[in-house]
């Protein structure tokens, strides 16, 4: 069955940094391409970032470009977001996603993850 | 960036009836449409891709249609648990946005 687990998450103080993982499983995870989704408190959902099956392309949100950094290690399945600079605003669930199919540009989401919380807040 | 709004923000019905939710781009994007689903503590869950292809496991009375700036979701009737949010996105370009949801009500 295919998995994806969201750690990392918590509380961190205005302009601290937090890296969040996602550990995948019951799929060939090196074919695919992966993203995070977050959804504040109460409201929508917001993409966050994109990185295609080899990690060569990475795709930012306005709002956390130059903040985020999205990577992945094949060799272990997991997924990396390294967030800094955090603010207020990016107190939200980060979930993980799979795209649909590999092979090419197909950015909708399968499988999600559970997410995990992120609190912004002194 | 392409901004895509959902009308009704909250749509009420009752269980049977047709529920028909709209999702409008500010530019085309092509057939690039998806939906989902989301309950109350749950991640999303894929319903619709590429505007009309329904997702694997994806009951049928769950169908899209649509495309260029103007797309519809319709549930041919509603049953209990289908009464939560849906959002739809477009994969057209990038950034990749969603819609701000469309809440469906027991009326």
């Known amino acids: 069955e295919v998995h994806l687990v969201e750690s990392g998450g918590g509380l961190v103080q205005p302009g601290g940094s937090l890296r969040l993982s996602c550990a995948a499983s019951?799929?060939?995870?090196?074919?695919?391409?992966m993203t995070w989704v977050r959804q504040a408190p109460g409201k929508g959902l917001e993409w966050v970032s994109g990185i295609s099956e080899s990690g060569g392309r990475i795709y930012y949100a306005d709002s956390v470009k130059g903040r985020f950094t999205f990577s992945r290690d094949n060799s272990k399945n997991t997924l990396y977001l390294q967030m800094n600079s955090l603010t207020a605003e990016d107190t939200a669930v980060y979930y993980c996603a799979k795209v649909g199919e590999n092979n090419g540009d197909y950015w909708y989401f399968d499988v999600w993850g559970r997410g995990t919380l992120v609190t912004v807040s002194s | 960036e392409i901004v895509l709004t959902q009308s009704p923000a909250t749509l009420s019905l009752s269980p049977g009836e047709r529920a028909t939710l709209s999702c409008r781009a500010s530019?085309?994007?092509?057939?690039?449409l998806v939906w989902y689903q989301q309950k109350p503590g749950q991640a999303p869950r894929l319903l619709i891709y590429d505007a009309f292809k329904r997702a694997s496991g994806i009951p049928a009375r769950f169908s899209g249609s649509g495309s260029g700036t103007d797309f519809t979701l319709t549930i041919s009737s509603l049953e209990p648990e289908d009464f939560v949010v849906y959002y739809c996105?477009?994969?057209?370009?990038?950034?990749?946005?969603f819609g701000g949801g469309t809440k469906v009500e027991i009326k």
């Open positions: 530019q085309s994007v092509s057939s690039y």
């Open positions: 019951g799929f060939t995870f090196n074919i695919y391409a």
């Open positions: 996105q477009q994969r057209s370009n990038w950034p990749l946005t």
